[in-house]
Structures are given as structure tokens and as C-alpha cells.
Nanobody
Framework: QVQLVQSGGGLVQAGGSLRLSCAASGRTFSNNAMGWFRQAPGNEREFVAAITWSGGSTYYGDSVKGRFTISRDKSVNTVYLQMNSPKYEDTAVYYC????????????????????WGQGTQVTVSS
């Protein structure tokens, strides 16, 4: 069974730091771009960050640029989201996802382009 298993969410103070992990099992996603999205109550799912299959390029939503960092470690089939200086408005359920396309150099910011999703993890930033 193919799964993306997330960990690392929870409560964090504004200005602190938190790291989310997304570990793949059942297959490797080393040839897929990976992304992080988030969804707050009443809002649509929002693009946060993505990384190409090679790990050579990263992309960020405007609201997190300069504060969050996406990375991947293919040796353990895991993608990370390092959240530095989080703000209250970063509070949401965060999801990792795998792009369905193989070895694409164009990263998608659209949830519909991603086939596999993690279970979601709540991140709450206290002000």
C-alpha cells in the first residue's frame, strides 16, 4: 500500500520553529516532485512549497517565502518542511503530496496535479 505518512505538527509559538516530515512507504517517489499544501477552516487548500524530483529547485507561496524551507532526502524517501518564524496566520492543516508526473521540470502549484496525499497534520501557531 502506497502511503505518505506525516509527522511533526503541533503547537508552536510565533517566531519559533517547527519541522514537518513526510515519509513515503510502499513505493519510492524519487522521480516525482513533492509539495506541501495547507488548509485553514473555511479556506481552500493553499500551495505552500514544492521541490523538483531532483531536489535542485524549490518553489514557495508568497506568504511563506523566506521563512519556510522545503527539502528532500531520497535515501530515506522523506520530504521536509522547515517552518521558521511562523505566524499566527500559518495555522492550518498541512498536507504533503506527490506530483503524478515523473521527472517533470515544471512544478505545479495546483492540488489537482498531485495524486498521493499525506494524512494531514495540524499546525497551530500561538501569538
Amino acid at each position: 500500500q502506497v502511503q505518505l505518512v506525516q509527522s511533526g505538527g503541533g503547537l508552536v509559538q510565533a517566531g519559533g520553529s517547527l519541522r514537518l516530515s513526510c515519509a513515503a512507504s510502499g513505493r519510492t517517489f524519487s522521480n516525482n516532485a513533492m509539495g506541501w499544501f495547507r488548509q485553514a477552516p473555511g479556506n481552500e487548500r493553499e500551495f505552500v512549497a514544492a521541490i523538483t524530483w531532483s531536489g535542485g529547485s524549490t518553489y514557495y507561496g508568497d506568504s511563506v517565502k523566506g521563512r519556510f524551507t522545503i527539502s528532500r532526502d531520497k535515501s530515506v524517501n522523506t520530504v521536509y518542511l522547515q517552518m521558521n518564524s511562523p505566524k499566527y496566520e500559518d495555522t492550518a492543516v498541512y498536507y504533503c503530496a506527490a506530483d503524478r508526473r515523473l521527472r517533470t521540470t515544471v512544478v505545479s502549484r495546483t492540488p489537482a496535479q498531485y495524486d498521493y496525499w499525506g494524512q494531514g497534520t495540524q499546525v497551530t501557531v500561538s501569538s
